[in-house]
């Protein structure tokens, strides 16, 4: 739709009496684009608002605005928080649970993890599993290769 037609459309619009009290315009996205093009001479004075005159109904007006501005931020904030918590669980709660699962375990390739783990944590040896690169970290805990990876601090970060 042109800025051309849409003028036409609320042209006809208000001589149709469309622009009157008791009638809602529902404005979609393809509408809002077009109503940006559209000349405010050909909108009808009574589209752009009543000026609030009592200074009581403009400090209304601003706590409302107020109210609702806080509670648009505190509903994007909640859940914004709950999608993120969800994310941030751990799959496993300690390294006993992985073992009595019997899962694979991801190590750095030649690292002392590989003995830390089969001396001190007591895993199978056969259930660890090497890697070199990020990369490949990423790949074997995506497609469940291992359960988990071990490794040192400052590498994870």
Do not use: C
Not at 26 to 49: A, C, H, N, R
Not at 83 to 93: D, E, G, H, N
Not at 101 to 121: A, I, M, N
Not at 134 to 144: D, I, K, M
């Amino acid at each position: 739709m042109t800025a051309s037609l849409g003028s036409k459309l609320f042209t006809q619009a208000n001589k149709v009496g469309m622009m009157n009290e008791g009638y809602a315009w529902i404005v979609t996205e393809g509408l809002s684009t077009l109503m940006d093009l559209i000349d405010p001479k050909v909108m009808d004075p009574s589209m752009q608002g009543e000026r609030v005159v009592n200074n009581w109904s403009r400090f209304v007006l601003i706590i409302w605005v107020f109210v609702v501005l806080i509670l648009t931020q505190s509903y994007t904030a909640s859940l914004t928080s709950m999608l993120t918590v969800q994310r941030l669980k751990p799959r496993f709660a300690d390294v006993k649970e992985i073992q009595d699962h019997d899962y694979f375990v991801g190590y750095q390739k030649d690292s002392f993890v590989k003995e830390l783990l089969t001396k001190q944590l007591n895993f199978d040896e056969s259930k660890l599993k090497p890697y070199s690169t990020e990369e490949e970290f990423h790949q074997a805990l995506s497609n469940g290769t291992v359960a988990a990876i071990f490794d040192e601090i400052p590498y994870i970060k």
